[in-house]
């Protein structure tokens, strides 16, 4: 059963300081829950889908990619007006804007029974994180899987 969620975003990170965080925290299984695994340019490659599984199966450490939880091409969209009107880049971006959280939270973890997720897990693995990209939490939708893992499996949740 899970004890303990963690959270991590890559942007602002090196690889070194990435996979370092994952393994010092624990971490057993990493759950991808990005629409898109894959990252333009050479600066993040790192967590491009295949090159993130082989890393982190070589330092013996899960990989899961949960696509339900990966928020729909629309409600992207909906940041991305945001972020234009307030003249912000998505890397720049230190907070999700209310009406990507209200339909992230209606359209995708309305949906998401983290029961059965909790269930289809292996029974010995202690420490998950959730990742996207952003660097800033609450400028991603981790942030709001993450409370919601914390409301109904009642756990700790850290940001590495």
């Not at 909906?78 to 209310?98: F, T, V, Y």
């Amino acid at each position: 059963m899970v004890e303990l969620v963690y959270t991590t975003g890559v942007y602002g990170k090196t690889e070194s300081r990435f996979f370092d965080q994952i393994e010092n925290a624990g971490i057993q299984l990493f759950c991808d829950i990005r629409q898109r695994r894959g990252v333009r340019g050479s600066q993040y490659r790192f967590v491009n889908s295949t090159y993130l599984q082989h890393a982190l199966s070589d330092r013996g450490i899960g990989y899961r990619y949960v696509a339900q939880l990966a928020p729909t091409r629309e409600i992207r969209e909906a940041q991305h007006l945001i972020d234009q009107a307030q003249g912000i880049g998505k890397r720049a971006r230190n907070e999700l804007g209310e009406e990507f959280k209200r339909r992230y939270v209606e359209e995708i973890l309305g949906r998401f029974d983290t029961d059965a997720f909790s269930r289809s897990l292996d029974p010995n693995v202690r420490r998950i994180v959730l990742f996207c990209v952003e660097g800033q939490p609450k400028a991603c939708h981790r942030s709001l899987v993450a409370e919601r893992l914390q409301l109904d499996w009642n756990v700790p949740v850290e940001n590495l």
